[in-house]
C-alpha cells in the first residue's frame, strides 16, 4: 500500500511538472511571438504611411474643391488620431478652416468634435471640455451627436483617472455613464460598437461579468477594425486585472498591444498594463524594455499625460532590475567563494591523505 502511494505521488508530481512547464512554454511563446511584432513595428507604421501619403496625392490632384477635399481631410484625420496628435490636431484644425469656407455648419460642429478628441487624448482636458461646450448638438448629424457623447463621456472617465479621489470618482463616472447612454441609444442595438460602447460603461459602473460578456458579443460580431480588437482586449485584460485573474489577462494585453502595432497605434495603454503585469510576476527584463517602447509611443504620439504617468514608472523598474542584477552577482560571487573553499579544503583533505598513503607504502 506504502509502494502505490510512492508511485501516486510521483505521478501527481510529475503531471503537475509537466503542466507548470507547458504553461510556462505557452507565455514564453505568447512572449516571443510579441517581441516579433514589436521588432516589425516600423512595417506597419510605413504601411500607414503610405496610405497617408495616397491620400494627400489626392487631395493635392483635386485642387482647391473644398467639397471634395473635406472627405479626405477627414480620412486624414481618421489615419492620425491614434497615432500623432501634431498631425491629427492640424488636421482637426484643417477641416475647422474648411467648413467655414463651405460655410456648413454641420460639418463645423463634425469638425470641433474631431477637435475635442485631440485634446482628450493628449491629457488636455480644459481645451477638450471647452470645445466641446462650443457644439451646438442640434447641428449635428447622428455620427457626429455619438462622437460628441462618446468624447463627452471620455473627458469625465479620464477626469476620474487623473483625480483618482473615491467623491471625485464617482461623480465623474456618474456624469461620463449618462452621457454614454446617450451614444448608446443612438447605435443599432447588437452591432459592434454598441457593444464595444455598453462594454465600457459596464466597466465604469463596476459592473465586471457584465463587461466581459459585452466585449465577448463585440467579439461574436466579427465586424470590428484592428483597432476596435485592440481596445476591447485591452478593456479585457483590465478588468481580469481587477478581478485578480493576471494569468487570465496576460493573453488579453498581449493581443491589445499586437494589435496596437498592427494598426500602428501610438496612444495606448495595453502597453503599460502589461508591462506593469510582468513586473509583479518578476519578469523584469520583458517589462522594462516593453515600458521602454510604450515611452517612445507616448513620445511619438505627444501624450502628455501618458508621458508623465511612464516617467514616474520607468525608474522605479529600472531599479528594482538594477538591484535584483546586484542582488545576483553577490549571491554568485558569495557562491563561487564557497565553491572554492570547498574545492581548497578537498584538495587540503586530497594531499593529507596521499600523503598519508606515501608513507604506508614506505613501511
Given amino acids: 500500500m506504502i509502494m502505490h ?181 443612438l447605435i443599432p442595438e447588437g452591432t459592434s460598437r454598441y457593444w464595444s460602447l455598453v462594454g465600457l460603461k459596464d466597466i465604469k459602473s463596476i459592473n465586471y461579468n457584465k463587461a466581459i460578456d459585452s466585449f465577448q458579443k463585440m467579439m461574436e460580431t466579427k465586424d470590428y477594425s484592428e483597432h476596435d480588437l485592440a481596445i476591447v482586449t485591452s478593456s479585457l485584460g483590465y478588468i481580469y486585472r481587477m478581478l485578480g485573474k493576471n494569468q487570465d489577462a496576460k493573453p488579453y494585453l498581449i493581443q491589445a498591444v499586437i494589435s496596437d502595432i498592427k494598426s500602428a497605434t501610438k496612444e495606448t495603454l495595453a502597453l503599460r498594463w502589461l508591462s506593469q503585469l510582468l513586473y509583479e510576476e518578476g519578469d523584469l527584463n520583458h517589462a522594462v524594455s516593453y515600458i521602454r517602447v510604450a515611452q517612445e509611443d507616448a513620445l511619438f ?12 514608472v520607468l525608474p522605479l523598474m529600472e531599479n528594482d532590475r538594477i538591484f535584483r542584477i546586484e542582488k545576483q552577482n553577490k549571491i554568485m560571487k558569495i557562491s563561487v567563494a564557497v565553491v572554492s573553499g570547498l574545492f581548497l579544503i578537498l584538495m587540503i583533505f586530497f594531499i593529507v591523505n596521499l600523503r598519508k598513503l606515501s608513507k604506508l607504502k614506505k613501511r
Fill in 301 to 312: 504620439y505627444n501624450a502628455r499625460q501618458r508621458q508623465i504617468e511612464l516617467a514616474s
Fill in 5 to 185: 502511494f510512492k508511485k501516486s505521488l510521483c505521478v501527481l508530481l510529475f503531471l503537475s511538472i509537466f503542466f507548470n512547464l507547458s504553461a510556462n512554454n505557452t507565455v514564453k511563446f505568447n512572449l516571443d511571438s510579441l517581441d516579433n511584432y514589436i521588432s516589425r513595428q516600423s512595417l506597419y507604421v510605413q504601411e500607414k504611411e503610405n496610405r497617408i501619403r495616397q491620400v494627400r496625392q489626392e487631395i493635392a490632384r483635386i485642387g482647391d474643391d473644398f467639397s471634395s477635399q473635406f472627405p479626405l481631410y477627414v480620412n486624414l484625420f481618421d489615419e492620425y488620431k491614434s497615432y500623432k496628435y501634431d498631425s491629427a490636431y492640424c488636421y482637426a484644425s484643417k477641416l475647422l478652416e474648411i467648413s467655414s469656407k463651405l460655410k456648413d455648419n454641420e460639418k463645423y460642429t463634425s469638425a470641433q468634435v474631431k477637435l475635442s478628441f485631440c485634446y482628450l487624448s493628449s491629457g488636455l482636458f480644459k481645451e477638450a471640455s471647452d470645445m466641446l461646450s462650443e457644439v451646438d448638438i442640434n447641428l449635428c448629424d447622428n455620427e457626429t451627436k455619438i462622437n460628441y457623447y462618446a468624447n463627452k463621456a471620455r473627458l469625465y472617465y479620464d477626469l476620474a483617472d487623473y483625480n483618482k479621489g473615491e467623491e471625485f470618482r464617482g461623480k465623474y463616472d456618474k456624469t461620463g455613464n449618462q452621457y454614454l447612454d446617450s451614444a448608446i441609444a
